[in-house]
């Protein structure tokens, strides 16, 4: 007997051992730590959002005029925003590809930056400024394709939370940076510049191969979001309010010292891991649910399918020849026969589509208006006789409402759309709306409103983009939602460049102009400052105007879609996700049966020999206690 109970415990412990390791594996493959180790990346991928503490490093060491500086700003958008390419490789390659290319554009273009202002390599020319700075720009559309797209294809039923969170990490991650970089290089504003080209490229590299394609989704009661999704709100959200805390601290009290900031710091990295524990929760619950489902397993049903058909031979003919030679014909013919909304359209239909028209100059109307107040702030606060130190302070506002804008629109028209079929075009519709206000509030100068100006412009920009992208994967599928996820962005630097560049760069230089005329002042272009309401009042009105006009458009969609809105447009991810789950649960645990197996055997080894059958059968008794 005694000996039965050792084997029975030694058993036992293996056992236990055994699911510790099946656990652990779990969870590094599970969902929930892959969309963990998205939100990571996303939190590294905003580089372009701090490329003013760094400009000014750029402008004196290379001896560049600030127009020349504006047109290295240009080519940073465009690399931001132009994501075609990573769109593309991403449809034909995993995203481990997709993230190990972007981490070597962002090493290679900043640092090429950093050691051009550093001296270390002789000043390059305007232009091969411009391709470095578009390259390593270009590498957070290969960060956000890598890993965005692949949450929402894993969570498709729950895709505008996922973006919506995942984006306001992204919005988060220039004040992120930043906390990092006081940390680590305190003041040298070239050093971020170091920080920037190693940092997002380190955490690419890190998480490449838990970011992949997965078949089944967690169970969760029809039309419930899970409950992680939620964990993962409140913390960001606690995230979100610790930086606006160190940001207002740090402006009304001055610099940090070293240690203060390390200690920022080091409270920012505790708060990004956090979610882990939620990882670890979740993975923990769907591991004893399923060992569960294995110990009580449902009843298999088996199925006999008929033999099939013999397969009859294809004779290549005359008419076979003629179809192949009209095969782009007949491509540009199913171009413009698209499937119905809700299933996969293939990138052509999707471009040629009036929805995707219709909602690309929505897109355009109401990101460009937005963006030209945050391209714009540092003079539009000057022009209305704020102190230079608030200005930082707006800067700080939007970047925090720009997060808050971005996980508000997810989940609230995630939770609306489930609940009273409220269609997300409706929700851009007010968020265009809402952003006349901002504009309004600019244009009139009414005294110290920019701060709640700030505020509302953040929101409305942040809230527009989940909106966009929720709204392209459910009218037109997910098989080609890396490329036309892309498309979608583009159409954020053309709205700057016509209302920020054309409208308000223009006028503000034509009105500076009459100032300095009036005040019998010569001097350069160059160093046109001007001041007063009237410095962007036609600028806003017009762009109010376009926003209008915007929100009219976006109506257009709401009519054009408003019946697929009122039908489950996730049913079919649903009843894939049940079959899916099933036969991965009895698939990890018939892995789990061999390892059981194997290490039996193991323990059984030396025994033949020394047992009698009587202790043969108590050991037989105590493997099935």
């Known amino acids: 007997m005694d000996f039965s109970g050792g084997r029975a415990a030694t058993v036992s412990g293996d056992g236990m051992k055994l699911d510790g390791f099946l656990f652990a594996v779990q969870v590094v493959r599970g969902r929930w730590f892959m969309f963990f180790s998205s939100c990571l990346i996303m939190a590294a991928a905003g580089a372009t959002y701090i490329f003013s503490i760094y400009s000014k490093d750029i402008k004196t060491s290379l001896g560049y005029d600030q ?72 590498s957070q559309t290969f960060a956000n394709t890598g890993a965005l797209v692949t949450c929402v294809k894993n969570f498709p039923a729950n895709r505008g939370i996922v973006i919506g969170l995942l984006k306001g990490f992204v919005g988060l991650s220039g004040a992120i940076i930043t906390q990092l970089y006081y940390a680590i290089y305190f003041d040298d504003s070239k050093s971020l510049v170091l920080l920037i080209a190693w940092l997002p490229a380190a955490v690419s590299i890190v998480f490449v191969h838990t970011i992949r394609i997965m078949s089944v989704e967690p169970s969760s009661p029809s039309g419930k979001t899970p409950r992680a999704f939620y964990y993962f709100l409140y913390i960001s959200l606690a995230l979100a309010a610790y930086l606006l805390v160190a940001i207002v601290v740090e402006k009304t009290t001055g610099i940090f010292s070293r240690p203060e900031y390390d200690i920022s710091a080091t409270i920012v990295v505790l708060l990004l891991l956090l979610p882990l524990a939620v990882v670890v929760k979740e993975e923990f619950n769907i591991f004893h649910r399923r060992k569960h489902d294995l110990r009580n397993p449902a009843p298999i049903n088996i199925t006999v399918e008929k033999e099939p058909s013999p397969t009859v031979p294809i004779v290549v003919t005359e008419g076979t020849e003629k179809e192949r030679e009209h095969s782009v014909a007949r491509c540009a013919r199913e171009m413009f026969r698209p499937p119905a909304r809700g299933e996969d359209y293939s990138i052509l239909q999707a471009l040629v589509s009036l929805d995707m028209l219709v909602l690309f100059l929505a897109i355009i109307c109401g990101v460009g208006g937005t963006l030209t107040v945050i391209d714009n702030l540092a003079q539009i606060g ?202 991965t649960t009895t698939a990890w645990f018939r892995f789990e049966g061999e390892l059981h197996d194997r290490d039996r055997k193991k323990q059984a080894a030396p025994a033949p020999a020394e047992e009698s059958p009587g202790n043969s059968k108590t050991v037989k008794s105590s493997d099935a206690d």
Not at 98 to 126: C, D, K, W
């Open 67 to 138: 127009s020349t500086l504006n047109t290295i700003s240009f080519f940073k958008d465009l690399g931001a925003n132009v994501g075609i390419l990573s769109g593309l490789i991403n449809e034909v390659t995993p995203p481990w590809v997709v993230l190990s290319l972007g981490a070597a554009m962002n090493l290679f273009g900043y640092l090429m930056i950093y050691l051009a202002i550093t001296g270390r390599t002789a000043p390059p020319r305007v232009w091969l400024m411009c391709l470095y700075i578009c390259v390593g720009a270009n």
């Open 382 to 583: 000057e022009s209305l006789g704020y102190p230079k130190r608030s200005v930082g302070t707006f800067v700080s506002l939007i970047s925090i409402w720009n997060y808050a804008g971005r996980v508000t629109s997810g989940f609230a028209s995630e939770i609306l759309l489930n609940k009273f079929k409220f269609p997300r075009p409706l929700m851009l519709t007010a968020v265009h709306l809402l952003s006349c206000v901002g504009h309004l509030l600019i244009a009139f100068g009414v005294p110290n409103s920019l701060y709640f100006a700030s505020v509302v412009i953040g929101f409305c920009f942040g809230a527009q983009w989940p909106l966009l992208f929720a709204i392209i994967s459910e009218l037109f599928g997910l098989k080609y939602y890396s490329t036309l996820y892309n498309l979608g962005g583009a159409a954020s630097p053309l709205g700057s460049y016509l209302l920020s560049v054309r409208v308000a760069g223009h006028l503000y230089d034509v009105e500076a102009r009459k100032q300095r005329s009036a005040l019998g002042i010569a001097g350069d272009d160059r160093d046109l400052t001007c001041i007063g309401v009237e410095c962007f009042r036609k600028s806003f009105l017009i762009i109010t105007a376009v926003t209008v006009v915007g929100a009219a458009v976006s109506l257009v969609l709401v009519w054009r879609t408003k019946e697929f809105y009122k039908g489950d447009i996730y049913a079919k991810f649903r009843q894939q996700r049940e079959g899916a789950e099933q036969e």
